[in-house]
């Protein structure tokens, strides 16, 4: 049919057909070339078709970009409103609080025009816009928290903080993922109060972030969630910068009230609206174990500090606990048959708390990588009967262990020279302590690394009667790991590992055996010599000791 594809004549056609009629023959050449020109019904429904994804994708362009734009503006406030609350050691605080007030408003109104966007079945597609300025929103409302209130912002907080009459989802990921970056924040906070001398300002920082440190720690532990991990890398940096100030306007500080009991806590009665570490007044669980006693100890008792522990908790269980619940019944089945066949964790919070930490012998070996602390006490074990446990040789089964949910974590932290989160050593050494009820003298290798793990190891299992010492240096040690590396199988052998190993040395453990020889428990031994040589000053070093530990026993 001309000028039909279905049928139905054109309007062309038609009129072609009326002129046709009227015997207008003139019109016709005008009226075939206007029908030459005019679309088909389905050119014209494609065109329709196409004109409306056209208008579509322009509109989600524009939705996008909105968002984008929101997203930028709401960053670039929060970051002024951070930099407007670092001015609190420069500015009246009134001054500082009606600003950041004002730049928070703002945010708001942003916030609100975004979430317009945000809303509708299309949502989702706009959140990975969104979550930057979320993530930044939530690190400026928690450097607000922390220095108003001293407290760590929970994730209601920062919810209700959003009182824009519109939904926002903030998730549990933004919530981590913007807490972890606070630690950057406090430590400039930090340094400015160092400029004015204020030291119970840099002790709470340093307080702050050890909590934030052991919630985020036990989280990544258990998830590790993409993205935490690096920003965990960023949190010890900062903390042990923050450390640094803190014990350089007081050097004598970690030694105060008795050695390693006075590390932690301000020494004397913390205010009562200050987050402290819960063992401050050195009331720390002995020969406990670890239990919700472990989680006051990391958070302190004040009941907001605990609320914001808890929201930390929170956001990480849901981040681990939902994928799981999502699982299907037979990936279910199978994980529960994995675990069953390789528990780790394997003694009750009842059996630890009943075993007798406090009444075993503990010696701690230490001196830097490839000292020879595992060559000595190997043949300790053989002379004095004692345990052998070394830190690191535990911390590489577990990571061997299959479905451990540690192992992807040791890995990276043994391969970068880094100290792996306490709570996963100690509960490895705990659980290796009982594994042997029978023996009371355990040499405990490699171990601790830092004050921290010192103090929380004295905190949570028990003190050690004296800590032998490799003194070795560098050069040797360097030649001996390298000569090692070549059938050891070590992830860490290798020169780049070794250099941060040594750097991870010098900075976190040197000062744990400058505190315990301040504490007179250092027996020093040199690594100068033959493998046999070396062991007979060890063995001479452990004899008297053990005749001394016996006279006292008596
Ligand atoms: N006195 C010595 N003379 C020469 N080589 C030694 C001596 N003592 C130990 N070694 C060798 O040096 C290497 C490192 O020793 P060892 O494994 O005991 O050190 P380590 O302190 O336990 O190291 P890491 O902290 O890395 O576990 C080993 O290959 C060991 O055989
Ligand atoms: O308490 C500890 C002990 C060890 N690590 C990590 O393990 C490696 C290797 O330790 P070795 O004692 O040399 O076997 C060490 O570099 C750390 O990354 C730890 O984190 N905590």
């Avoid at 933004?174 to 406090?186: Q, R």
């Avoid at 619940?325 to 009750?348: F, G, L």
Wanted: proline residues 4%; aromatic residues 6%.
């Amino acid at each position: 049919m001309e000028g039909t594809d279905n049928g139905t004549a054109t309007a062309a056609a038609k009129r072609r057909a009326s002129a046709a009629d009227r015997g207008d023959k003139a019109a016709r050449p005008r009226l075939d070339a206007e029908a030459a020109d005019e679309p088909s019904p389905r050119k014209q429904a494609v065109l329709e078709a196409f004109g409306a994804y056209r208008d579509a994708l322009d509109a989600h362009h524009d939705q996008r970009e909105r968002v984008i734009k929101c997203s930028r503006d709401i960053t670039a406030l929060s970051k002024k409103m951070i930099f407007a609350l670092l001015r609190i050691t420069q500015e009246p605080l009134e001054k500082v609080f009606r600003d950041v007030q004002g730049k928070h408003k703002q945010a708001l109104d942003l916030f609100r025009k975004m979430a317009a966007d945000l809303q509708g079945s299309d949502a989702a597609k706009y959140n990975r816009q969104a979550t930057p300025a979320i993530q930044e929103y939530i690190e400026a409302m928690g450097v607000w928290r922390f220095l108003e209130h001293n407290q760590l912002i929970t994730k209601q907080q920062v919810e209700d903080s959003l009182d824009i009459g519109l939904p926002l989802p903030v998730t549990d990921e933004d919530y981590l993922l913007g807490i972890s970056d606070l630690p950057g924040e406090v430590n400039r906070y930090c340094i400015n109060a160092i400029g004015k001398g204020d030291h119970e300002a840099v002790r709470r920082c340093l307080e702050f972030m050890r909590h934030l440190k052991a919630g985020i720690s036990v989280v990544l532990c258990a998830c590790g969630a993409k993205g935490l991990l690096k920003k965990a890398e960023v949190l010890d940096s900062s903390l042990e910068k923050t450390e640094k100030a803190y014990y350089s306007m007081s050097p004598l500080r970690p030694l105060r009230a008795g050695g390693l009991r006075g590390y932690t806590s301000s020494g004397g009665r913390p205010k009562p609206d200050t987050l402290r570490m819960g063992q401050s007044d050195g009331g720390g669980k002995k020969g406990g174990g670890g239990g919700s006693g472990g989680w006051r100890n990391l958070f302190g008792f004040h009941p907001l500090a605990v609320l914001g522990a808890a929201s930390l908790l929170a956001s990480g269980y849901a981040m681990i606990y939902r994928p799981y619940k999502a699982w299907s019944d037979e990936q279910r089945e199978k994980r529960s048959k994995q675990q069953q066949q390789a528990p780790k964790i394997k003694h009750t919070e009842e059996a630890i708390a009943k075993f007798p930490f406090a009444q075993k012998s503990v010696v701690f070996v230490l001196g830097g990588p490839g000292s020879g602390k595992g060559t000595n006490s190997a043949r300790l074990v053989e002379d004095f009967g004692f345990v052998h446990l070394s830190a690191g040789d535990l911390l590489r089964e577990e990571q061997k262990r299959p479905d451990s949910q540690y192992g992807k974590l040791i890995e990276h932290y043994i391969r970068e020279g880094l100290i792996v989160p306490h709570e996963v050593t100690i509960g490895l050494l705990r659980n290796a302590m009982m594994d042997h009820p029978e023996c009371d003298r355990f040499l405990i290798d490699g171990f601790p690394r830092n004050l921290v793990q010192a103090k929380a190891f004295e905190d949570t299992v028990c003190q050690a009667k004296k800590v032998l010492f490799f003194e070795c240096p560098e050069e040797t040690m360097l030649a001996r790991l390298l000569d090692r590396g070549k059938t050891s199988g070590r992830s860490d052998d290798n020169v780049e590992s070794i250099r941060k190993r040594f750097r991870t040395y010098a900075n976190d453990t040197k000062p744990v055996i400058d505190a315990f020889a301040k504490e007179g428990k250092i027996l020093t031994v040199s690594c100068q010599g033959s493998v046999d040589d070396v062991y007979a000053k060890t063995r001479a070093q452990v004899a008297e000791l053990l005749g001394t530990i016996e006279k006292k026993a008596e």
